[in-house]
């Protein structure tokens, strides 16, 4: 009796701490004035990481419970688009997008550790658009919005020397065929199937793809997802796939029937993101999804207000630790 009232009593504490979070969350969190966010990723519970696309390299890390924050970096001509956080290593990583390069912080955020170029191939320009790191290959891989190209990076690259000029660029081939508009974007690291997962924005259409650049699509059942911007895998559930549809202001929550082999997709549910006007990315971490919203053809984006908006996520156990004693796998 003793030992079920103690349990019992465990679990309202916990479940009272749980709901006073999410009340304390807000559902709107301010940037400054001009800061032109688009990639977003959670760091150390319950912070969170924003990039701007001002071109002053700005990075803003903000308390996704109190909402408050600060600019830990800035530096000139450089543009800070999708974001992946290495947690083993601690390494914050991002695709600079026009800038042509990706750079690589320490202190989460605080400290520029390397800045690594792309490899052009045969492409007039490139764009690092979304970035996500896969610790078990030890690489960091980019998609490219304006060429049909994955760059694949090695970790190491984050300490500079002789690594930071090893990026590869990996052709797209198979299913994925470059069109007018913005092309690849979004990209994940899918841990149940093993393998890297991409939205073609134009098209709508997701795909695998292998570090070799094989790509073959993955039907999905409500598709297609056009406007498809940053994507993300539930850390609860693997068979859940939130896909941003930026100009449509709406998370397509993809349910996979069969997740290690990516099939059976169908859109389960949208999630609307109201009062956003271009949500572009999110990031899942203290009890919710985090999306940034870029304004884009905001007639004057460096006077303008922008925010990151809370949403509830589409399933149970959402940014929670694993259980003492457990560990995640990747």
Do not use: H
């Amino acid at each position: 009796m003793v030992r079920a009232a103690a349990r019992l009593a465990a679990a309202a504490i916990a479940a009272a701490a749980v709901a006073a979070a999410a009340t304390a969350a807000p559902d709107v969190i301010p940037l400054p004035r001009g800061f032109r966010p688009e990639g977003i990723v959670a760091l150390t519970s319950p912070y969170f990481a924003v990039g701007s696309l001002a071109g002053n390299g700005q990075l803003y890390v903000f308390n996704g419970v109190s909402g408050t924050g600060a600019e830990v970096f800035n530096t000139p001509n450089q543009t800070v688009v999708g974001l992946t956080y290495d947690r083993s290593a601690r390494v914050l990583w991002a695709a600079g997008g026009p800038s042509g390069n990706v750079l690589a912080w320490g202190d989460q955020g605080a400290t520029l550790l390397s800045t690594v170029p792309l490899p052009k191939g045969d492409a007039d320009s490139v764009f690092a658009n979304d970035a996500v790191v896969v610790p078990r290959a030890g690489v960091v891989a980019v998609t490219d919005s304006q060429a049909p190209a994955l760059y694949l990076i090695p970790t190491a690259a984050a300490c500079g020397g002789a690594a930071a000029s090893s990026a590869v660029r990996v052709p797209l081939t198979g299913d994925f065929k470059q069109g007018p508009g913005f092309n690849a974007n979004g990209i994940e690291w899918s841990r149940a199937a093993r393998t890297l997962v991409l939205i073609q924005s134009n098209t709508g259409k997701l795909f695998r793809v292998g570090f070799d650049g094989r790509t073959a699509e993955i039907p999905v059942a409500g598709g297609p997802l056009t406007a498809g911007d940053g994507i993300l895998f539930d850390a609860a559930d693997r068979s859940v796939l939130y896909v941003v549809r930026n100009r449509l202001q709406t998370v397509a929550v993809v349910k996979f029937r069969n997740a290690r082999r990516l099939t059976g997709a169908r859109v389960a549910r949208n999630i609307t993101i109201d009062g956003a006007d271009t949500p572009t990315t999110v990031a899942q971490g203290a009890g919710g999804l985090y999306l940034p919203d870029a304004r884009f053809g905001t007639p004057d984006p460096d006077g303008a207000s922008y925010a990151v908006y809370r949403v509830d996520a589409a399933t149970r156990g959402v940014g929670a630790a694993p259980k003492c004693g457990q560990r995640r796998r990747v």
